[in-house]
């Protein structure tokens, strides 16, 4: 796996077989955020979707974090301009975020350590999640005086209910790994040692699938977070429509009646 030169420094890629692994690389702030790392992890992710061999997405962080959101210092070196060091700030991370969520590539993340702040908005935007059984999801802006952002009141509030988003995100409460997969946070939780491996191992069932039908069904779910019954059932026609006249659609049905695996 060869890692990328030039913008190396707060994202690490590198490729495994079909699949595109990014690595956060500020170890030294908890892997927190800043313009360039932001800059960094959305052009890694324009790179993955725009390169036909790419089928899925890996992100992971380091030992001791995923990511645990703003870097508070970019804040605290600049208090008399906070409004505008916040303003410039949450403006790329949103602006990465609606990316991902549009990109038609599964995106897996693999979380261990610390994941808050903004690093749990990041989380809950990714497709699927795996976490470390040492992890912990914290929301942690209310303790220093302000909301969430990183989409994390959309994202708790669907995922959860009115009540307990507002528990997590008023009370900052850790929550361990266990109770994330009871309450449909994460998909998967494993040993800390396992967790690149299984994340991995995910994140190659996705690219084994059929492309344009992955990227299909992650955009009709998407959609169904906001649509009403009937919408969505015309949107599922529609994409249904397309997909009939596809050669992905053609090699599942032939597969079918041929009973083998089909290859996409």
Not at 150 to 177: C, D, F, K, Y
Request: aromatic share 6%; with cysteine; proline share 3%.
């Amino acid at each position: 796996m060869a890692a990328t030169q030039a913008r190396d420094k707060s994202v690490l890629s590198s490729v495994d077989g079909a699949v595109a692994i990014l690595q956060f690389n500020r170890p030294e702030r908890l892997n927190a955020v800043d313009g360039e790392m932001i800059a960094d992890i959305r052009e890694a992710l324009h790179a993955a979707e725009r390169d036909p061999a790419i089928r899925a997405v890996m992100i992971v962080g380091s030992d001791r974090a995923f990511m645990a959101g703003a870097d508070l210092k970019l804040f605290r070196d600049h208090l008399d301009q906070a409004p505008q060091v916040a303003a410039s700030l949450i403006d790329g991370f949103h602006s990465m975020l609606r990316a991902m969520r549009a990109m038609h590539t599964p995106i897996v993340a693999g979380v261990t350590g610390s994941v808050a702040g903004g690093g749990l908005g990041f989380a809950l935007a990714c497709d699927l999640c795996v976490m470390a059984d040492n992890a912990q999801l914290l929301s942690a802006y209310s303790k220093i005086g302000t909301n969430p952002d990183a989409g994390t009141t959309w994202s708790l509030t669907h995922l959860l209910g009115r009540r307990r988003a507002l528990q997590v995100m008023w009370l900052n409460e850790p929550i361990n790994a266990q109770e994330a997969l009871t309450l449909g946070l994460v998909n998967k939780v494993v040993a800390p040692e396992f967790l690149a491996q299984e994340t991995l191992s995910l994140a190659k069932r996705l690219a084994a699938g059929p492309r344009e039908t992955m990227g299909r069904i992650k955009s009709l779910v998407e959609q169904a977070c906001t649509s009403d019954f009937s919408a969505q059932l015309d949107r599922e026609r529609a994409a249904f429509v397309v997909a009939a006249g596809s050669d992905e659609f053609r090699e599942g049905v032939t597969a079918f009646f041929e009973r083998r695996p089909a290859k996409f």
